[in-house]
């Protein structure tokens, strides 16, 4: 880390810190400016008290450092391999399928629809996270096995979200992504545990966090030996109240810029009105997603969940027509 100071007494304070914890740097001086360059190998400083420190009118910023997701470290974009289908930059990415599974004939029936229409991996969920406790919460174990059994029927890899440490078993060696709510985004236990498999993982973003947060609980992900994560922007909460979230599409090209994860993005969650989500979805590819996870149903308004924000099948289809013209136009491509 990098830190400018300004005279001499201000900075002999700052080196009197460094001493104090046996923190090795290095000091180049110009008249009047000190260049002080901090090897915190151990990671024993904490930046807001350099920071606060009088003089100081430079520090290197947090996420300049080489953290694991980071460009700095690994500037190949990761590829993700998962059975029969490869994760990678060159390609979007489709996700698709129902919000929650809610019987065998109903999962079946979209598992194949989306999967002719062009899907990659079919989503659907067995443990529903949902903010009233009186909504569907999902078939649980039972519904995994569904998902299973889809999985091995169609060929279609699948991705459900865990909700929590105990199902941890359910999950790994039966499902190719693990999904990490944007509830649990912040769930470190949860993180730590994920980050001990090989399973990939498809983290989303809290929708009271900001980028930096999103990146940091990636980066427990990775510390922990799992390298195989991919981030989602999912709509963050704003003052604006004609769509469920905001979908930040800026996210994209930031996120983008700083890491080599791979970006997906759900339109979905982002807009909860099944009408702007194609147009949501071409502007994510547009400004340089990944991946798309959409929320596909073919009997929205029948659903248990989600029903207004999922798309129809014929909808699905006409999304995935368009999203290969855009995907051309930014050179990328949909197999
Ligand atoms: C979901 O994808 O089913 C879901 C609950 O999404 P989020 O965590 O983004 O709300
Ligand atoms: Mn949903």
Known sequence: MTLIVKEKQNLNKILDYLN??????????????????????????DEKILLSFEGVIYMTPLLDKPFLWSRKTKNEDTIIPLNHYTIDSKHITIIAGPCSIENKEQLNTIAVQVKNI???????GAFKPRTSPYDFQGLGKEGLTLLEQ?????KLPIISEITDLSQLDLFVDHVDIIQVGARN?????LLKALSKINTPILLKRGMGCTIEE???SAEYLLKGGNNNVILCERGIKTFENSTRYTLD??????????THLPIFVDPSHA????????????????????????EVHHTPLCAKSDGLQSL???????????CKKIAQAVGKEIL
């Open 150 to 154: 889809c999985k091995k029927e169609y």
């Open 271 to 294: 807009v909860g009105d099944w009408q702007y989500v194609e147009s949501m979805s071409l502007a994510a590819i547009a400004a340089g997603a990944d991946g798309l996870m959409i």
């Open 249 to 258: 599409l800026s996210a994209i090209p930031v996120l983008k810029k700083l």
């Open 185 to 189: 985004m912040q769930n470190y236990e």
């Open 20 to 45: 104090n914890l046996s923190i090795p740097y290095k000091v180049n001086s110009t008249k009047e400016l000190y260049l002080l360059d901090i090897e915190d190998t151990k990671n024993l400083l």
């Open 312 to 322: 129809n099948i014929q909808h699905f289809h006409q999304l995935m027509q368009k």
């Open 118 to 124: 062009g899907a990659h991996i079919l989503r659907a």
């Open 214 to 216: 999103l990146l940091f």
